[in-house]
C-alpha cells in the first residue's frame, strides 16, 4: 500500500522547474507533501483531498489526479533552500478522520547554485 | 510556543537492552505516530495511537512496544528482540479531523546499537 514517488533524485540548478509525482494503486482519500533537511524532521508542505484540488505553497505547488489516483508536486524557480527529500502520504479513501499515512520512499532533491 | 519534542537525540544501545525514547507533544492534539526511518526506505509506521490508552501496531511493530496513558506522551520501548534497531525514529501527532492539516514531527532519535 506504500505510494510510489518518481523520481528517486533530481538534481536541478537555481531557478529550474522540477515535478515530483506520487502514485497509488488504491483510491486515495488525501496526499500529504512533506519536505525533509538532512538529519532534520519532515516538514508538513500541503494536503490535497479528493476532488481534484489544488494547492499552492511559496513557488510550491501540487495538484490531485483522482482518476489516475496520483499527485503530483511542482516546483518552479527553484531555490537552495528547496534541496532535501520529499515524501508524500496518502490516506487512502476510507471516508474518515485522518489517521495513518503510508509514505513513499521519497525524492531527494538537490538544487546547486 | 506548541510543539513535538523527543529525547534522547542520540541514543546507544547495547546487545539485549531494552530502551525507552520518549515523545511529549503540547499541541493537544489526539493522535500520536512513531515511525521509523531507514535510508532509502521512506518512513515505516510501528505504532500509532488516536485516543488515550489506546495504540494499534503498525506495520513494523515486533520488537517494538508503546504504552499512551496521558494524551501529551507516547514512549516507544525498542526491546531486545528488535534484532535490527539501529534507525532514525521520529514520532508525530496530528489532529484526527478531517483535512485539517498533516503531521507534526519531533526532531527524531538516532539510535544505534553498540
Known amino acids: 500500500q506504500q505510494p510510489v514517488q518518481s523520481p528517486q533524485a533530481v538534481i536541478l540548478r537555481e531557478g529550474e522547474d522540477a515535478v515530483i509525482n506520487c502514485s497509488s494503486s488504491?483510491?486515495?482519500?488525501?496526499v500529504h507533501w512533506y519536505r525533509q533537511k538532512h538529519g532534520e524532521a519532515p516538514v508538513f508542505l500541503m494536503i490535497l483531498l479528493k476532488g481534484g484540488e489544488q494547492k499552492g505553497h511559496e513557488k510550491i505547488s501540487a495538484s490531485f489526479n483522482e482518476k489516475k489516483q496520483q499527485s503530483s508536486l511542482y516546483l518552479t524557480a527553484s531555490q537552495l533552500s528547496y534541496s532535501g527529500t520529499y515524501f508524500c502520504?496518502?490516506?487512502?479513501?476510507?471516508?474518515?478522520?485522518?489517521?495513518?499515512?503510508?509514505f513513499g520512499r521519497g525524492t531527494q532533491l538537490t538544487v546547486w547554485p | 510556543d506548541g510543539g513535538i519534542t523527543q529525547s534522547p537525540k542520540y541514543l546507544f544501545r547495547k546487545e539485549g537492552q531494552n530502551v525507552t525514547l520518549s515523545c511529549e507533544q503540547n499541541?493537544?492534539?489526539?493522535?500520536m505516530y512513531w515511525y521509523r526511518q531507514d535510508p532509502g526506505q521512506g518512513l515505516r509506521l510501528i505504532y500509532y495511537?488516536?485516543?488515550?490508552?489506546?495504540?494499534q501496531k503498525g506495520d513494523i511493530a515486533e520488537g517494538y512496544s508503546v504504552s499512551r496513558e496521558k494524551k501529551e506522551s507516547f514512549p516507544l520501548t525498542v526491546t531486545s528482540a528488535q534484532k535490527n534497531p539501529t534507525a532514525f525514529y521520529l514520532c508525530a501527532s496530528s489532529t484526527t479531523g478531517m483535512g485539517v492539516g498533516g503531521y507534526t514531527f519531533g526532531s527524531g532519535t538516532r539510535l544505534t546499537v553498540v
Open positions: 488504491k483510491a486515495l482519500y488525501s
Open positions: 495511537s488516536q485516543i488515550v490508552n489506546d495504540f
Open positions: 499541541l493537544n492534539h489526539d493522535a
Open positions: 502520504g496518502t490516506d487512502f479513501d476510507r471516508g474518515s478522520t485522518l489517521g495513518r499515512l503510508y
